[in-house]
C-alpha cells in the first residue's frame, strides 16, 4: 500500500524541532540559558578563582593520604538495610582521608575539620562510597548557601585571608551556619585521624529485605579514644600523616560503622539540623584500615567519592546538598584527572 509523502519542508521542520530540543536541553543544562543559575562549573570555577589551580588535585579537600582495609559486617545492619555489604561478612574498602580547602600543601592546623572517604568494593560488583566530615552537621543547607559562602570567603589579596566582614556578614545572613559553628567552638580539632569520628551529615533512605524504608545517617567511630590537637602537633604542617605512618606501623585501626535511624518527622533535607541523641544507633560492624600510602600514586587517587554512588539498599533522601554534591565532584573529577595526563605520575583505574 502507498503512504501518502510527507512533504520534505514538513519533514526539516521536525528534524528542526528535534535538534533544537536537544540543543536548548544542553544549553539549559550547561546553564547557558540561566547565567545566574548556580551550576556545578559555577562552584569549581570559583574554588579555582579563590584559591588558585592546582594542577592534579581535588578542588576540595585537596590535601590528603589513601589507605586500604575492610569492613567486616556483624549482619546488625540488615535491620533496616538489605545491601550487601550489612550481611554478615568482609567487604574491601579503599579509603581516603582528607582536610578541607583547595591547597594541597596547607598545614594541617589550618582547618580544625577532618574528612574520610570510604568505596566499600561488593562482591556482587556493586560499590558503596561515601565522604564523610569530623562535624556531625554542615554548615549551610543548601547548594546556593554554599556557593554564597564560598564568594564570601575569597581570600583578600592583601592578607591571603577571607575579609572578616565579608564572612560575618553572610553567616549573619544565614543562620542555619550558627550549629556548625558552635559546634566548632565546643570540640577542639583532634591530634590524629585514627581518634576522630566522621559523619555522613547527609540522611539517606535505606531499604530493608522486606521493602521497608527507614532514614539513616552513619558515622565511623574510632577505637582509639579522642585527644585534643597539641601545640607540637600544631607547628608540624603533615602531623596527621605522620602520626598515621607511626600508628599504622603499629597494626591496624578501627572504627566501628554506626547506623542512626531517624523517628517520623525527623528532617532528612537539612544537614545543618542534628537528630535527637536517643534515636536507634546500629553497630553495623568494623571498619578496619591495615595501610596508608601517599596519595600521588596511591589508589584513592583517581576515586571520584560521590555520595550518591550506593548499593541496592540504601539510596540518596530528599537533602538536595546530595545532588550538588555529586554534580561538583564530577567537574572536579573531570579538571583533576584530565590534568594528570600532563603530569608524571601515573595511576590506572579512574573510578568516575
Ligand atoms: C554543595 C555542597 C558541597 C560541595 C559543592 C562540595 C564540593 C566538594 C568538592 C569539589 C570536592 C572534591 C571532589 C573530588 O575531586 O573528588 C569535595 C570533597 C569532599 N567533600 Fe564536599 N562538597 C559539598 C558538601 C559536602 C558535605 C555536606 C560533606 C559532608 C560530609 C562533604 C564532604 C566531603 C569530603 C569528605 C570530601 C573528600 C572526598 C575525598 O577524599 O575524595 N562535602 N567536596
Redesign the pocket.
Known amino acids: 500500500m502507498n503512504r501518502a509523502p510527507i512533504c520534505v519542508p514538513c519533514r526539516l521542520a521536525a528534524i528542526a524541532v528535534v535538534v533544537g530540543c536537544a540543543g536548548a536541553a544542553f544549553a539549559w543544562t550547561a546553564g547557558w540559558l540561566t547565567p545566574k543559575r548556580i551550576t ?1 562549573p559555577h ?2 570555577n570559583t ?1 579555582e578563582s579563590n584559591y588558585g589551580i592546582h594542577t592534579g ?6 590535601k ?1 593520604l589513601c589507605v586500604e582495609g575492610w569492613f567486616e559486617s556483624n549482619g546488625n545492619g540488615a535491620q533496616v538495610s538489605r545491601a550487601a555489604v550489612f550481611a554478615p561478612g568482609r567487604t574491601p574498602v579503599i ?4 582536610i ?1 580547602g583547595s591547597n594541597p600543601g596547607a598545614p594541617d592546623a589550618s582547618t580544625p575539620v577532618r ?3 570510604l568505596l566499600f568494593q561488593l562482591q556482587d560488583g556493586e560499590q558503596w562510597r ?4 569530623s ?1 556531625p552537621i ?1 554548615v ?1 543547607r ?2 546556593k548557601q ?2 554564597s559562602q ?1 564568594v564570601a570567603s575569597k581570600p583578600d589579596p592583601a592578607t591571603g585571608k577571607p575579609d572578616p566582614a565579608k564572612l560575618d556578614a553572610f553567616f549573619q545572613a544565614n543562620p542555619e551556619t550558627l550549629p556548625f559553628r558552635q559546634w566548632l567552638k565546643a570540640h577542639p580539632p583532634s591530634s590524629s585521624f585514627a581518634n576522630t569520628a ?5 540522611a539517606f533512605i535505606a531499604t530493608d529485605a522486606a521493602g521497608n524504608q527507614h532514614a539513616v545517617r552513619w558515622q565511623t567511630v574510632p577505637e582509639v579514644a579522642y585527644a585534643p590537637q597539641t601545640a607540637a602537633e600544631k607547628a608540624d604542617p603533615n602531623f596527621l600523616a605522620d602520626d598515621f605512618s607511626t600508628r599504622f606501623a603499629g597494626g591496624p585501626l578501627r572504627w566501628h560503622l554506626v547506623l542512626a535511624v531517624a523517628a517520623p518527622g525527623d528532617p532528612t533535607n537539612d ?1 545543618t539540623l542534628s537528630w535527637p541523641a536517643d534515636r536507634q544507633q546500629i553497630d553495623a560492624g568494623t571498619l578496619v584500615l591495615q595501610r596508608a600510602e601517599p596519595q600521588a600514586n596511591g589508589m ?1 587517587r583517581d ?5 550518591t554512588i550506593l548499593p541496592n539498599g540504601l539510596k540518596p533522601s530528599d537533602d ?3 545532588a ?2 555529586s ?3 564530577a ?3 573531570n ?2 584527572t584530565r590534568e594528570e595526563a600532563n603530569l608524571t605520575q601515573t595511576h590506572g583505574g579512574a573510578q568516575p
Open positions: 556545578a562552584i569549581i574554588f588535585y581535588r578542588r576540595n579537600h585537596a590528603g579509603g581516603r582521608f582528607a578541607p574528612s574520610m572517604a561515601t565522604g564523610m566530615n562535624v554542615f549551610v543548601t547548594p554554599f556557593y564560598l566522621f559523619y555522613s551529615v547527609n544537614a584513592c576515586v571520584n567519592y560521590d555520595p538536595p546538598l546530595l550538588a554534591r554534580a561538583a565532584y567537574v572536579s573529577f579538571r583533576r
